[in-house]
């Protein structure tokens, strides 16, 4: 029997194009799935594995929506192997039922992870590039340095609690937790009662 494994990473992306694929190779079962390739913890992807019986295939659209690791790619390979069943790309061309198949697929396998360690070392490069430059990425402040100060100030004082602080400047308690955490204002200060 052949059985569909089809992965898409976002809500947005659509898996047509995989379904059809594997409708066309032939596939009776199809275990759709929404989640990254890098997470182990895929439902869909165990319910397809366990289904597996001798002499089954699990069959996907290309390898990278089976895993993006090789480690994990070659560990969902062996309980394939364990299973007695085969496995099939069908971009690649990959059938693991055959000797030539299994020998392509592992170095298919090393080439992807190859790509992907050079795609995050030209991006450590780029951060570190933009960071050399003043470029500092994530989100901006929601308060600004003159705001920050104030609840320092407010809070040291005991004019104001942390939690009106918060409330003042429409920001998270734990917002303003870490603002005063970064002064070592004493935590107690934080809770004290304007008099």
């Known amino acids: 029997m052949l059985i569909g494994y ?5 809500g947005d ?3 047509a194009l995989q379904l059809k694929a594997l409708q066309g190779a032939g596939v009776g079962q199809v275990f759709k799935e929404q989640a990254s390739g890098g997470r182990w913890d895929r439902p869909e992807l ?4 366990e289904q597996l019986r001798e002499g089954d295939v699990l069959v996907v659209w290309k390898l990278d929506r089976l895993s993006r690791s090789l480690k994990d790619l070659l560990t969902i390979l062996e309980q394939i192997e364990q299973r007695g069943a085969g496995f099939r790309s069908l971009t690649e061309n990959i059938d693991t039922t055959t000797p030539a198949g299994r020998m392509m697929m592992q170095m298919v396998g090393s080439f992807a992870e190859f790509e992907r360690a050079m795609i995050r070392e030209r991006t450590k490069a780029g951060l570190e590039q933009a960071r050399a430059a003043g470029r500092v990425g994530g989100r901006r402040p929601k308060l600004t340095a ?3 100060e104030e609840i320092r ?5 005991g004019r104001k609690t942390a939690a009106a602080c918060a409330r003042l400047f429409g920001v998270s308690q734990a917002t303003v937790s ?6 070592k204002i004493p935590s107690q200060l934080s809770s004290i009662s304007p008099p």
Do not use: G, M
């Open 13 to 15: 992306q659509d898996s």
């Open 46 to 49: 165990h319910k397809a594995l």
């Open 178 to 183: 870490r603002i005063l955490a970064a002064e």
């Open 6 to 10: 089809a992965r898409v990473s976002k």
């Open 146 to 148: 003159a705001q920050q």
């Open 153 to 157: 100030e407010a809070v040291k004082s």
